[in-house]
């Protein structure tokens, strides 16, 4: 049995280390920025900041496996036979803010048990003064500007035309793209935040439902625990459940559904 709550005391502490490594260099002249085959950017703060949690988990977590943004491992993580712990790291969600000096980005821990069910999440955005975390049964919660920690739970709206819906943009959606634009008519306010920040103003209850139409594990695991551990639901948009699908979904639990059907 893992204790929760000694990988969650670790998961700080590297959410530590990667703060000072990324806020060192954030807005700074000699940042390197390079173009991945997928055309979006990653920076040397990406790779250092991912090259420095691998290290120290090689030897405080030695038996764990890692899925990492820009050094790979999903392969190995996820296949069939694997019947490890294994920890799931965005370095830098948002690096295109990152470089344009937005402070919108964050950087995204996650540890996942042998059945790929994520039962810890911590998300540190320095340049925004939060960090966000939880585990498994354990509820969510953020801390803010460095006070104690404050429990955070969904929201209770419970109409479309209540809601309010945070997505990143309009790339990505296929043949939901012209639903999803019409659906804005429909509902109370939309504002195009994106990113982990989305999810995490699920988490707190000051927005509704967040929505990206294409994503990845290292996108979505920490996301997910949060969410759900606040009282809502994580999930894809063919109805899914979890951070495994190729898009992420979270909402306040109660609009989940209608959602989903406003959108297929």
């Excluded at 920076?43 to 890692?66: A, C, N, W």
């Excluded at 969600?93 to 980005?105: E, I, L, M, S, Y």
């Excluded at 290292?218 to 951070?243: P, Q, S």
Aim: net charge negative.
């Amino acid at each position: 049995m893992r204790d929760l709550a000694l990988d969650l005391s670790l998961a700080h502490r590297l959410a530590n280390a990667a703060d000072a490594i990324s806020m060192a260099k954030y807005r700074s002249s000699d940042l390197v920025i390079e173009t991945k085959p997928d055309l979006t950017p990653v920076t040397d703060v990406d790779k250092g900041i991912e090259f420095m949690i691998r290290d120290v988990l090689s030897q405080e977590r030695p038996l764990d496996l890692v899925i990492g943004e820009e050094f790979g491992g999903k392969d190995e993580a996820l296949a069939a036979s694997n019947d490890k712990y294994y920890w799931v790291i965005d370095p830098i969600d948002g690096t295109k803010n990152f470089v344009r000096a937005v402070p919108t980005w964050g950087t995204l821990i996650a540890l996942v048990n042998p059945k790929h069910e994520v039962v810890l999440g911590v998300v540190s955005a320095p340049a925004l003064y939060r960090r966000w975390y939880a585990h498994k049964d354990g509820g969510a919660y953020v801390i803010e500007n460095g006070d104690a920690p404050r429990r955070i739970s969904v929201s209770a709206v419970s109409d479309l035309r209540d809601a309010s819906i945070s997505y990143s943009d309009l790339v990505g959606w296929g043949p939901r793209r012209q639903k999803f634009i019409d659906l804005q008519e429909r509902i109370w306010r939309t504002r195009g935040l994106g990113d982990f920040w989305s999810h995490m103003l699920v988490a707190e209850g000051s927005v509704d439902i967040a929505v990206e139409p294409s994503l990845a594990l290292w996108d979505m695991a920490a996301n997910a625990i949060i969410v759900t551990e606040a009282g809502g639901i994580f999930g894809d948009l063919d109805g899914g459940l979890g951070a495994h699908g190729p898009n992420g979904l979270s909402t306040n639990g109660k609009l989940h559904q209608a959602f989903l059907d406003a959108i297929n």
